[in-house]
């Protein structure tokens, strides 16, 4: 598995090491690299991101302000030249807290702190392609591809509504279980992912599956509509 992490940080040299840092890590790609915040946030809004290395004090939108506007976050690692936001950091559920200059013996371990807890223990993906396992106290779960109309998020956690009524609550990550699903689904909304073949009628706006409407993001539009071109001959 590639992990796919950003950095965002308005000094160059600073985006320049956490590069050539991550570069020594082969299960870790760098999709992308932003001066500040708000260019980074336009990125999440149409790719999955795993990880984020964020500085915090920047022009326009401190790191710290940034994370705590972001609906579903991906996991955060602070890299910051000021100790004093440490306790914020921890409380804002980060990963990690680097001191610049970062070294590569710091850097790796918390690499390892992530890679720590992205040990599969709410979904497990199975070698047949049409379901996957969910954790539910103490119980395993299957979830069937083809049973699920749609998957929302809301904050931390998403939920997986299913056709006979029942809905599994997960403390997990939309984009995560993005790329556990196959071609029949589709995401067109930072908060929502549907099932196609659920799909009983749609319109510019929005998609109604189950009598339930569900409404596509602007920036999603455009990868909704060639979907559709690809889907409906």
């Known amino acids: 598995m590639k992990y796919s992490c950003i950095v965002i940080d308005d000094e160059p040299l600073a985006r320049?090491?956490?590069?050539?840092?991550?570069?020594?890590?082969?299960?870790?790609?760098l999709a992308g690299s932003f001066e500040n915040a708000l260019e980074a946030y336009s990125f999440l809004e149409t790719?999955?991101?795993?990880?984020?290395?964020?500085?915090?004090?920047?022009?326009?939108?401190?790191?710290?302000?940034?994370?705590?506007?972001?609906?579903?976050?991906?996991?955060?690692?602070?890299?910051?030249?000021?100790?004093a936001y440490a306790i914020e950091g921890y409380e804002l559920n980060v990963i990690d807290y680097l001191l610049?200059?970062?070294?590569l013996d710091r850097f790796f371990v918390s690499i390892e702190k992530f890679k720590q807890i992205q040990t599969p223990k709410t979904i497990e993906k199975?070698?047949?392609?049409?379901?996957?396992?969910v954790s539910s106290g103490n119980k395993k779960i299957k979830v069937v591809f083809d049973e699920v109309l749609y998957i929302e998020s809301t904050k931390d956690y998403i939920t997986v509504h299913l056709e006979n009524g029942i809905a599994h609550h997960l403390k997990l990550n939309i984009s995560t279980v993005e790329k556990?699903?196959?071609?029949?689904?589709?995401?067109l909304h930072r908060s929502y992912i549907i099932n196609f073949k659920k799909l009983t009628a749609y319109s510019k706006q929005e998609v109604e599956i189950n009598k339930i409407e569900i409404p596509?993001?602007?920036?999603?539009?455009?990868?909704?509509?060639?979907?559709?071109?690809n889907t409906i001959s």
Do not use: C
């Not at 199975?126 to 396992?133: A, D, G, K, M």
């Not at 556990?180 to 995401?187: E, M, P, Y």
């Open 16 to 29: 320049e090491l956490i590069a050539s840092h991550l570069s020594h890590f082969q299960s870790f790609g």
């Open 47 to 83: 790719n999955a991101i795993d990880l984020i290395f964020l500085d915090i004090e920047m022009p326009l939108l401190k790191g710290n302000d940034f994370l705590k506007k972001l609906k579903n976050p991906p996991k955060i690692i602070f890299t910051t030249a000021y100790r």
């Open 100 to 103: 610049k200059p970062i070294s």
């Open 126 to 133: 199975t070698s047949i392609e049409n379901y996957f396992f």
């Open 180 to 187: 556990l699903l196959n071609a029949d689904f589709i995401r």
């Open 216 to 229: 596509i993001g602007s920036s999603y539009r455009a990868v909704w509509l060639d979907y559709l071109k």
